[in-house]
């Protein structure tokens, strides 16, 4: 008897132990759920007109005059939301040998807060459309290509400035410039040992706009706007930032976004993140439309005259806003 007794005693504790992770284990869920912050709501609407306005500027490529006007545009935008901007001026050297002026527009949000994100999108555009069968030296309007990573970040700063509640982080919303003037397909000898795409963020990693600049981590935005847009995990991410990555996708199932950010890996990118890890020393992702269906491995408008107005799909917009806006309201 003594040794049912034992098992009968054995039985209980484990009963009550079981009872008592079971509770601790509903506290926390508790807890997570009562601390998590429900973030304001990104308007899909307001960022579409961020991306048509962009494009009122007609295509944005440097040297060109809506290249001018549209810069001078996103410096207002960021001043009229009370972040603290500045221009940073360089001669972007192309793959011909041509050097044009070229400027990184970098707004921040709570300039003196100590922890920083990074949030990016190049706002130039291809000067020429190689990938398209039709006109393919004339400059395309670069809707998505462009234009929808900015109207995000321009419609997450207004949330933020129209925020009655200032977040506890301070934030860098970059515009990176010359990001596509990279050579042309008809270019048969290329030199590899120099890339010519990502000047602006080659040109920022090494030369940053306050000296000794660190951040927590980035988010880079490329093509985020095209309908059925998938986000997939985009190889450098995953090498250089892959809690970053996890964070992100994570919070964007979390919210009912699975169908645009896809659980998958993917081969890496060469974007503006790559060199803010390589030169910059500062863990950044890249949510990039990636779509292996196609022989591009974008989405199938990339780099043609076809990247209009007409690709741009609200929801999509919607989708990467919201879950940006979770994941800065979570820190």
Same mark, same amino acid.
């Given at each position: 008897?003594?040794?049912?007794?034992?098992? /009968?005693?054995?039985?209980?504790?484990?009963? +009550?132990?079981?009872?008592?992770?079971?509770?601790?284990? #509903?506290?926390?869920?508790?807890?997570? +759920?009562?601390?998590?912050?429900?973030?304001?709501?990104?308007?899909?609407?307001?960022?579409?007109?961020? *991306?048509? !306005?962009?494009?009122?500027?007609?295509?944005?490529?440097?040297?060109?005059?809506?290249?001018?006007?549209?810069?001078?545009?996103? %410096? =207002?935008?960021?001043?009229?939301? !009370?972040?603290?901007?500045?221009?940073?001026?360089?001669?972007?050297?192309? /793959?011909?040998?041509?050097?044009? !002026?070229?400027?990184?527009?970098?707004?921040?949000?709570?300039?003196?807060?100590? =922890?920083?994100?990074?949030?990016?999108?190049?706002?130039?555009?291809?000067?020429?459309?190689?990938?398209?069968? +039709?006109? @393919?030296?004339?400059?395309?309007?670069?809707?998505?290509?462009?234009?929808s990573g900015v109207a995000v970040l321009l419609e997450i700063a207004r949330v933020l400035h129209n925020d009655t509640i200032p977040l506890k982080i301070g934030i860098d919303i970059i515009f990176f410039d010359a990001e596509d003037y990279g050579e042309p397909t008809w270019i048969e000898e290329k030199n590899y040992s120099q890339t010519?795409?990502?000047?602006?963020?080659?040109?920022?990693? !090494?030369?940053?706009?306050?000296?000794?600049?660190?951040?927590?981590?980035?988010?880079?935005?490329?093509?985020?706007?095209?309908?059925?847009?998938?986000?997939?995990?985009?190889?450098? &991410?995953?090498?250089?930032?892959? #809690?970053? %990555? @996890?964070? %992100?996708?994570?919070?964007?199932?979390?919210?009912?976004? &699975?169908?645009?950010?896809?659980?998958?890996?993917?081969?890496?990118?060469?974007?503006?993140?790559?060199? *803010?890890?390589? /030169?910059?020393?500062?863990?950044?992702?890249?949510?990039?439309?990636?779509?292996?269906?196609?022989?591009?491995?974008?989405?199938?408008?990339?780099?043609?005259?076809?990247?209009?107005?007409?690709?741009?799909?609200?929801? *999509?917009? =919607?989708? %990467?806003?919201?879950?940006?806006?979770?994941?800065?309201?979570?820190?």
């Amino acid at each position: 008897m003594k040794w049912i007794t034992l098992l /009968y005693g054995s039985l209980l504790a484990s009963i +009550i132990l079981l009872e008592s992770c079971q509770r601790e284990t #509903k506290e926390q869920t508790t807890q997570e +759920i009562s601390t998590y912050h429900n973030p304001p709501e990104f308007c899909a609407d307001s960022a579409f007109y961020y *991306v048509q !306005k962009q494009l009122t500027f007609g295509p944005r490529y440097l040297g060109s005059h809506g290249h001018q006007q549209c810069g001078d545009f996103l %410096v =207002k935008e960021l001043e009229r939301f !009370k972040f603290h901007v500045i221009q940073q001026n360089f001669d972007a050297t192309l /793959y011909n040998g041509k050097i044009l !002026k070229a400027r990184n527009i970098i707004g921040s949000y709570q300039p003196t807060a100590t =922890k920083r994100i990074i949030l990016a999108a190049h706002w130039d555009t291809r000067p020429f459309a190689d990938q398209d069968t +039709i006109r @393919k030296n004339d400059p395309i309007l670069g809707a998505n290509d462009g234009a929808s990573g900015v109207a995000v970040l321009l419609e997450i700063a207004r949330v933020l400035h129209n925020d009655t509640i200032p977040l506890k982080i301070g934030i860098d919303i970059i515009f990176f410039d010359a990001e596509d003037y990279g050579e042309p397909t008809w270019i048969e000898e290329k030199n590899y040992s120099q890339t010519y795409y990502c000047l602006g963020s080659q040109y920022w990693a !090494k030369n940053k706009h306050i000296p000794n600049y660190r951040a927590y981590y980035g988010i880079l935005l490329d093509m985020v706007g095209a309908r059925n847009a998938t986000f997939t995990m985009e190889g450098n &991410s995953m090498e250089y930032a892959p #809690k970053i %990555v @996890k964070k %992100v996708w994570d919070t964007a199932e979390r919210i009912g976004y &699975s169908q645009y950010f896809v659980k998958q890996e993917t081969p890496s990118v060469i974007d503006d993140h790559y060199f *803010v890890n390589r /030169y910059g020393g500062i863990p950044m992702i890249d949510i990039i439309h990636y779509n292996d269906d196609n022989n591009e491995p974008f989405f199938s408008d990339w780099h043609k005259h076809s990247d209009n107005l007409e690709q741009i799909d609200k929801n *999509v917009l =919607k989708a %990467v806003g919201q879950t940006l806006l979770h994941v800065l309201y979570n820190e």
